[in-house]
């Protein structure tokens, strides 16, 4: 039998006219949501104490074996207010069955996909007044694990808690749909073979900040990595895929090797791509492919993809010493992007049942 979560409802809401104040300019992760969903996990009991609560902070003692050791996932989906008034999330079992697979490498308890979604849906029910309803905009949910025992030693907890937290959002990146400019790690990695690249877990993105750093030191707005060994192969961005379209209309992203995080909207455009009648590659992509590519016509788009930003087109490539620049016209990332934002906000129809209607 999965978990119930209780609500315990905020006895201080957001007043009417704040709520309207953030809806009307969400940003992205600036504002929360009233309420927050928590379970907790022990070796001894399980899954227990399902609730959903006022937003909070965390009472955590020094010793919290997270500081110490970063035994910590999360992922990140979107609610959409629907045409017809209701409220839909857009594929939450395909994170809940990533999140098991990161949980999994990070020995940490693996939640039931089943309880996963419901955690989502208690809060989002519970906070359904803060689903904004403007075009581009939509409720972002972040549930997260961590270990909450008390104490040193390095060793899987025996503790953890399990959260969901929601944001209202516009778009990622200043500007929307604007093509952004990329800067090449020559320096830092993100992932390597054996590692927990392809978990969604915290420390990967604390290892990428440095690089991304540097890309806005250099006037960029993301950072792409290279494998770790011959440095040589596009892996991803700091926090997105990768895909490119070549000049025949195929579309390419690279193949999944273990230290690339195998993103949903990634998927999702795998098989949106091929029900627009395009043929789809997943290999390896040498970064001089793409540098090349550009100049002789081979690769007419570039574009970056996560459930935040969506989908974003490439501007240019910059690394130390040189830079290309992409074409300005994207026909075919604006296609799929229309296409995508169109299923999950219910206006074109949902051919592979990726919307779950919150009831």
Not at 30 to 59: C, I, N
Not at 149 to 160: D, T
Not at 274 to 298: A, M, P, S, Y
């Amino acid at each position: 039998m999965g978990l119930h979560f209780d609500v315990e409802a905020t006895t201080t809401p957001t007043s009417a006219e704040r709520l309207a104040e953030i809806l009307a300019n969400p940003g992205f992760g600036r504002a929360f949501t009233d309420h927050m969903a928590v379970a907790k996990w022990s070796a001894d009991e399980g899954w227990y104490e399902a609730s959903v609560q006022a937003y909070a902070p965390l009472p955590m003692d020094p010793a919290t074996q997270v500081f110490h050791y970063a035994q910590a996932i999360f992922e990140g989906f979107k609610a959409y207010a629907q045409p017809d008034g209701t409220i839909a999330t857009f594929r939450p079992e395909a994170n809940g069955a990533r999140f098991r697979r990161s949980a999994a490498r990070m020995a940490l308890p693996e939640l039931p996909v089943e309880d996963f979604v419901a955690a989502a849906d208690a809060l989002i029910r519970t906070d359904a007044a803060w689903v904004p309803t403007a075009e581009g905009t939509s409720l972002y949910l972040r549930p997260f694990m961590m270990a909450t025992e008390v104490g040193l030693g390095v060793r899987p907890a025996r503790e953890v808690t399990f959260l969901v937290i929601a944001s209202p959002s516009a778009a990622y990146f200043a500007g929307g749909a604007k093509q952004v400019t990329i800067w090449l790690s020559e320096d830092f990695t993100r992932a390597a073979p054996g590692g927990t690249g392809a978990a969604k877990c915290a420390g990967n993105y604390a290892a990428s900040l440095i690089a991304q750093q540097e890309a806005i030191a250099n006037g960029c707005e993301q950072v792409l990595f290279l494998d770790a060994v011959e440095r040589r192969w596009v892996e991803e961005f700091g926090g997105m895929n990768v895909w490119f379209v070549l000049d025949d209309g195929t579309l390419v992203t690279p193949e999944l090797t273990g230290s690339i995080l195998e993103g949903i909207t990634r998927e999702s455009i795998i098989a949106l791509a091929k029900d627009l009648g395009r043929d789809v590659e997943e290999r390896r992509v040498d970064v001089d492919e793409w540098r090349k590519g550009v100049d002789t016509g081979r690769i007419t788009e570039v574009f970056a993809c996560g459930t935040a930003a969506v989908i974003s087109s490439i501007g240019a490539l910059r690394w130390h010493g040189g830079e290309v620049a992409m074409p300005t016209e994207t026909p075919v990332a604006d296609q799929i992007r229309d296409t995508l934002i169109g299923i999950q906000h219910g206006r074109l129809p949902d051919p592979h049942g990726w919307l779950h209607r919150i009831g």
